[in-house]
């Protein structure tokens, strides 16, 4: 909350007399809301408290600042948990990833598309944008358990934020909101896009078939470690720790220096840097008879 605190003081008090110095702001208030949204990650995982009153409201207002609404977020999160790696399970929270000879098979309309669909400009730059705003606004209909409260928590998250808008049209901040705060929210969604693909597109990650896979191999090889430079770990949340995130959901980020302090050889665990996740991005279909990510050929 600091960081988007700090932002929203630069903006402001830049507004009136520079809107170049106001705009600068944006990327700092970006990346406060993806610090803020590994907060309610966590709290939807009951891992940020120990109470879960605590987690559930906690994980409610952060949702009114990153605009993903916490109840349906969380249940569809909790899929992509269940089903990490498994390639009959795919299209719960995760980046589309089909196989090789799934591809094969495509028309090259549909092989176009779905390289359109991988390449990083799109699914991160676009994609980000599109799913914070866009994406997130439209209930999702999950199972029937599921289904009331994600439509809840979508609309409810909707109405609050059509009554900010409706009063920033009042006291005529809208152009604050479209200038500073609109673009933070897009770009912070681009951010976290980025570091949900490298957590697990890689090369050497892991899918399996159901009769070949399980969840603690799937966790264990089919997720990444980013090690970012402090104070850049920090400030994102150690959000690139995903290999510890996926053997025990219910370790809070600020406990994760701790976890790899005591379990030294997840120190060295299918480690990424940010120019392996760039060319990982080249890396499209995954090869079952190799089990490595591969490049789609034409």
Request: charged letters at 15%; aromatic letters at 12%; glycine letters at 8%.
């Amino acid at each position: 909350m600091a960081i988007i605190a700090c932002g929203y003081a630069i903006a402001i008090s830049q507004w009136s007399t520079s809107l170049l110095a106001s705009v600068a702001a944006v990327p700092l208030i970006a990346i406060g809301l993806v610090r803020l949204f590994v907060v309610q990650h966590d709290c939807g995982h009951q891992a940020f408290f120990s109470s879960r009153t605590a987690n559930l409201w906690a994980g409610r207002l952060c949702s009114a600042l990153t605009l993903f609404p916490f109840s349906q977020w969380r249940n569809n999160h909790a899929a992509h948990h269940a089903g990490v790696g498994n390639l009959e399970r795919r299209g719960a929270g995760d980046v589309k990833t089909i196989t090789r000879s799934e591809y094969a098979e495509f028309s090259s309309a549909q092989k176009l598309i779905y390289r359109m669909y991988r390449h990083p400009l799109v699914l991160v730059g676009i994609g980000g944008a599109f799913y914070t705003m866009v994406r997130n606004r439209i209930p999702r209909r999950g199972t029937s358990e599921h289904g009331r409260e994600n439509l809840t928590s979508s609309m409810s998250l909707n109405a609050f934020l059509m009554a900010v808008l409706a009063a920033a049209w009042e006291t005529d901040i809208l152009a604050f909101v479209g200038a500073i705060s609109a673009p933070a929210i897009a770009l912070g969604g681009s951010i976290g896009i980025a570091f949900f693909f490298v957590g697990h597109q890689f090369e050497s990650t892991f899918w399996a078939r159901e009769a070949d896979w399980d969840l603690t191999t799937a966790a264990l090889y089919g997720s990444s470690f980013l090690k970012l430079p402090e104070p850049l770990g920090w400030v994102f949340g150690y959000v690139g720790t995903h290999h510890i995130h996926h053997l025990n959901s219910r370790i809070p980020f600020y406990n994760f220096g701790r976890c790899l302090s005591e379990n030294e050889e997840l120190l060295d665990w299918n480690v990424v840097s940010v120019a392996d996740a760039a060319r990982a991005t080249r890396l499209t279909v995954w090869d079952e008879e190799k089990s490595r990510l591969a490049e789609a050929t034409n």
